[in-house]
C-alpha cells in the first residue's frame, strides 16, 4: 500500500506564501497522477490541482496564477508552491495518488491564512 505524507502547513498572513510538501513511500510514485484537494470547515472537499504522469498540469480557477504543482519522481515528492495566499484558502489540505485501479490518501496538513 502506498503512504503518503503531508507536511508545510502552518498559520501565515495574506498575501504570503507557504510550500506543501507530500513525501510517499511504498511505490513508484512515477505510476501515479497526483493531486492536491482540500477541506474547509463546513465545505465539501474540493480539488485543488493535478500533475499526470506527463508532468501536464490542471488547476481550480480559484488558485490559477497563484498555486503550483510539481512533482519529483526519483524523490517520492510532490509540492504545491502556494503564492498570494487568501483567507479563503484556510483548509486542510489532503495529496492524493491515483493510479489505473486504486487511489490513496494523506491524513491532511492544516493551512491557515489570518491577519
Known amino acids: 500500500q502506498l503512504q503518503l505524507v503531508e507536511s508545510g502547513g502552518g498559520l501565515v498572513q495574506p498575501g504570503s506564501s507557504l510550500r506543501l510538501s507530500c513525501a510517499a513511500a511504498g511505490g513508484p510514485f512515477g505510476l501515479y497522477a497526483l493531486s492536491w484537494f482540500r477541506q474547509a470547515p463546513g465545505k465539501e472537499r474540493e480539488f485543488v490541482a493535478l500533475?499526470?504522469?506527463?508532468?501536464?498540469?490542471y488547476y481550480t480557477d480559484s488558485v490559477k496564477g497563484r498555486f503550483t504543482i510539481s512533482r519529483d519522481n526519483a524523490k517520492n515528492t510532490m509540492y504545491l508552491q502556494m503564492n498570494s495566499l487568501k483567507p479563503e484558502d484556510t483548509a486542510v489540505y489532503y495529496c492524493n495518488a491515483k493510479g489505473i485501479f486504486y487511489s490513496y490518501w494523506g491524513q491532511g496538513t492544516q493551512v491557515t491564512v489570518s491577519s
Open positions: 500533475i499526470h504522469r506527463t508532468g501536464d498540469t
